[in-house]
């Protein structure tokens, strides 16, 4: 239990007259095609205002005629009667017409023009590109999508356990369970298809342990004759935010130098799934083979980002591994991008155990070199019970980085050890704007705000990385 709760935005009531000015709000795109309507609506009722005023003239003696003119009324009462009959139609129909078109893309008790608003304000969100994988990345991704359709995940494809490990044995794919966890946490569309995509079977001897998600990866690899194109389709298919990408194609296994309790001597440690079995304290991780190849269109999104994330997520096993590719370091270093680290909540037994904040970034400097990042995003709350060998990554003014460090309280109260999706994107989007200035929020309707919120309360934490 923790002692605060989190304080989720009131839902206000929107009018029909509200709604209906949001259709005039800045970048949506709709207003440059009103005008043009009207305009086309006003030449072709002139053209048809020509041959009535000629009916008329030549017929100057008609009851009939002079009836449906309202002849009878001033003229320029006239003008306000029929204009303003014929505007109120006008906009019936054109509101009607979108409505009914737009009616298989919008969900029951949603409003077209908050679709449509969201959908232009995302896209021209900020180019983010978050490096990680498991659990941790899937929250931050879960949280960010609220800001910007222009994300893209770069996941490590070290993981040799679960079903990932299973395929990548019996199919010598890349690992896919990191890759399906972030695809799902990106989708806006969080229906039957993304539950059906981490669904994981229960029984059977050969399916029991699978998840749905990384078999449909497989099989999508297989038709489109590559794993790069399998996972590019699932994305497409399950309307996600984004992108997903692997840091490396190249076949690779984590290798770990671990310092093992019961011995003094180093021991090392090969494959992903089997490091944090031995307790003992990590000394350093490889990738064999050595320096593997960077998956190109990851290095593109690096360098044309606004803004790089690394973690949160397992240090060694989730974080670290990507940063064994030495094109994703040069990359990193060499963008224009404001990047940050963010460290995790609660330590991670059999990998980090008793690490504080200070450990975390050392770790990463020795892994990846000094300037890799421009600040460190760390949790000083601790107000909540954790479970048993779990402990809170540590802060305090004696521990000092090379880097500047953000202290908030960013943890998911119903589960503290880890992070909570709507506070962390929260922080993250706003530490970027204190570097670049105000960037044009998803929407500044709370309504739209508290279906986020609730969104992510729902879904935070659900997904096995395997």
């Not at 959908?119 to 978050?130: D, E, K, N, S, Y």
């Not at 019996?170 to 569309?189: E, K, T």
């Not at 935010?241 to 770990?256: E, F, H, K, W």
Request: glycine share 10%; aromatic share 8%.
């Amino acid at each position: 239990m923790c002692a605060k709760r989190i304080m989720r935005p009131t839902r206000r009531v929107e009018g029909q007259w509200e709604r209906l000015k949001r259709w005039l709000e800045p970048g949506l795109g709709v207003k440059r095609w009103i005008v043009a309507l009207i305009f086309a609506t006003a030449l072709i009722g002139l053209g048809v205002a020509f041959i009535l005023l000629d009916i008329y003239r030549s017929n100057p003696g008609s009851d009939f005629l002079a009836i449906l003119s309202l002849a009878v009324f001033p003229r320029w009462l006239r003008v306000l009667l029929i204009g303003g009959i014929g505007i109120i139609l006008f906009l019936i129909s054109i509101f009607r017409l979108n409505k009914a078109l737009l009616a298989p893309f919008v969900k029951p008790g949603e409003e077209v023009v908050d679709v449509v608003a969201a959908h232009r304000r995302l896209g021209r969100g900020p180019r983010i590109v978050a490096i990680g994988g498991g659990t941790g990345l899937s929250t931050l991704l879960r949280g960010l999508k609220q800001y910007s359709n222009n994300i893209t995940a770069i996941v490590t494809v070290a993981d040799d356990g679960g079903s990932s490990g299973r395929l990548r044995k019996s199919l010598g794919l890349p690992p896919p369970g990191d890759i399906r966890a972030c695809i799902a946490a990106l989708s806006h569309d969080e229906d039957l298809l993304t539950q059906l995509f981490q669904y994981r079977f229960r029984a059977g001897e050969e399916l029991n342990g699978h998840s749905f998600g990384n078999l449909f990866i497989a099989a999508l690899s297989g038709v489109t004759g590559s794993f790069d194109q399998g996972v590019l389709e699932a994305g497409r298919l399950l309307s996600i935010g984004g992108n997903v990408m692997p840091s490396t194609l190249v076949d690779v296994t984590l290798v770990a130098e671990k310092e093992p309790l019961t011995s003094d001597h180093e021991i090392r440690i090969n494959g992903e799934s089997r490091i944090s079995d031995i307790p003992g304290h990590i000394s350093r991780v490889e990738l064999a083979p050595n320096s593997p190849t960077a998956y190109p269109g990851a290095i593109n999104a690096i360098l044309n980002a606004d803004l790089v994330v690394l973690g949160p997520g397992s240090l060694y096993t989730s974080v670290i591994p990507n940063l064994l590719v030495p094109d994703i370091i040069d990359a990193i270093k060499a963008t224009r991008a404001f990047r940050m680290f963010i460290c995790n909540v609660a330590n991670q037994p059999g990998e980090t155990d008793g690490y504080n904040y200070k450990q975390h970034w050392q770790a990463i400097e020795d892994h990846a070199g000094d300037g890799l990042v421009d600040l460190m995003v760390i949790n000083d709350y601790y107000d909540c019970v954790l479970p048993e060998n779990v402990d809170w990554v540590k802060n305090g003014e004696d521990l000092q980085v090379d880097v500047p460090v953000f202290k908030a309280d960013l943890v998911d109260y119903t589960k503290p050890w880890h992070h909570d999706s709507y506070k962390l994107s929260e922080a993250v989007i706003d530490l970027l704007e204190e570097r670049t200035g105000p960037l044009e929020m998803l929407s500044t309707d709370s309504e739209v705000l508290e279906a986020a919120a609730n969104e992510i309360s729902m879904h935070k934490g659900a997904y096995d990385g395997n």
